[in-house]
């Protein structure tokens, strides 16, 4: 390791709190697939900013769009009209079941936005008494108190007690459980429809459409955290679209902004209107900066529809090629899961080694679970970017056996 970079490491160390596990290599530059760290060194990124780069990194469109708005505006009150929010809502809404939105700046508070607009309505609309949420083991809704709450994995919580009451947790793909767990109370299920962090978990095949009836027979809103799932990354714009059912709320964050900074949670226009002035707010959300980036986003995404079409077939290659190397590695390889451009693939162990001798070789993966390695790579990844990470993965593969 080159001497400033080191410097970087132990700064890093001395002056930021220690909360992530980080890969000894600091990060300088960015184009499409490839980032450089300040020794130089290029890497292939498959980790895409964990579903944030869905167009690659610094994208022509995006960073155009960011210098313009800059120049014109960065920052102004929600107390007055902002014309790219508005810009920006107009197409998540002509692109979705849902209605009406709201902005925020992560996918955490996305879901806190989400559940506090689900409590309100529900004492509205349902009962004073109905505030409980369902949502399902395994799953990863952010880390503010009631989305860490909402969040299934205890290693998560532990010790932050105490947690915020109203919440209960069903294991995924059980629908027996589910039905069990309704009490007068419950109001809303959430649910990641593939849950992500916990390792690229897909829904049983007719789930989700039975949780969407369960939701209508007892009156319970059923919220979709598509913050990871969400802007084409699994082929479609949205993963509802794949299993035939509709949320009453949706949140969203991860590749919204392309790469800044923004969250949004949306809903219908009935549940929507349980919100007044007052009831909720974020001083930065929806800001001009943010929301220009998002459009610029979006509307490359949806342009020709190539980039979805792109990530339909290279979530297809992806996929073969981890197929092959799992009939090679057949004793390391447990299964390959996924759809579009968000795949994981488990092993028998840890994948910690893997993922730093991938690293040495230029190439950036990330491991989720422990033993999963997740493959979230910018949306405009091409076969010979992924015949590469398989080439490497087989070499790696081999050497750890
Ligand atoms: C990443 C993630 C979150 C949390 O988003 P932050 O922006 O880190 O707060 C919530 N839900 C899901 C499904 C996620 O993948």
């Given at each position: ?53 869905c ?52 996918g ?12 309100k ?5 349902i ?52 039905k ?50 969400g ?17 009453d ?34 001083t ?18 949806l ?99």
């Amino acid at each position: 390791m080159e001497k400033t970079e080191k410097k970087f490491i132990d700064d890093s160390k001395k002056y930021l709190m220690n909360t992530y596990n980080r890969c000894p290599i600091v990060l300088r530059k960015g184009r499409g697939m490839k980032v450089w760290s300040s020794e130089g060194k290029e890497y292939l990124d498959f980790v895409g900013g964990i579903a944030v780069n869905c167009l690659g990194h610094c994208h022509p469109k995006v960073v155009i769009a960011l210098q313009k708005q800059a120049q014109r505006l960065i920052h102004v009150s929600n107390l007055y009209y902002i014309e790219p929010q508005i810009k920006l809502a107009k197409l998540l809404v002509e692109h979705s079941c849902a209605d009406k939105v709201f902005f925020c700046n992560s996918g955490a508070e996305a879901n806190e936005a989400a559940i506090k607009l689900t409590r309100k309505y529900a004492k509205e609309h349902i009962g004073v008494d109905k505030y409980e949420i369902i949502s399902a083991l395994g799953s990863f809704h952010g880390r503010t108190l009631a989305a860490l709450t909402a969040t299934g994995q205890e290693k998560f919580q532990k010790g932050f007690e105490p947690l915020v009451p109203g919440f209960k947790h069903v294991p995924f793909n059980d629908i027996n459980a589910l039905k069990k767990a309704i009490t007068n109370h419950t109001c809303a299920v959430l649910l990641e429809p593939i849950q992500g962090e916990s390792g690229i978990k897909m829904p049983a095949e007719g789930y989700l459409k039975e949780v969407r009836n369960i939701c209508d027979e007892h009156g319970l809103l059923l919220i979709f955290d598509e913050v990871q799932t969400g802007i084409g990354r699994t082929g479609k714009f949205f993963a509802y679209e794949h299993f035939g059912v509709e949320p009453d709320i949706i949140t969203l964050a991860k590749g919204l902004g392309g790469g800044v900074a923004i969250g949004a949670m949306l809903a219908t226009d009935h549940i929507a209107a349980s919100f007044q002035p007052g009831s909720h707010a974020a001083t930065f959300g929806g800001n001009p900066l943010a929301c220009a980036a998002a459009i610029a986003t979006i509307e490359t995404l949806l342009e020709d529809g190539f980039i979805l079409d792109n990530c339909r077939r290279m979530g297809e290659y992806l996929r073969k090629g981890l197929e092959k190397l799992k009939k090679d590695y057949s004793s390391m390889i447990v299964d390959i899961r996924g759809i579009g451009l968000m795949l994981g693939m488990e092993l028998t162990n840890p994948c910690a080694p893997i993922v730093n001798l991938c690293a040495e070789r230029g190439i950036l993966v990330n491991c989720t679970a422990g033993n999963v390695l997740r493959f979230l790579p910018p949306l405009i990844v091409t076969e010979k970017d992924i015949d590469h990470l398989i080439d490497v993965l087989e070499d790696v593969l081999g050497r750890v056996i």
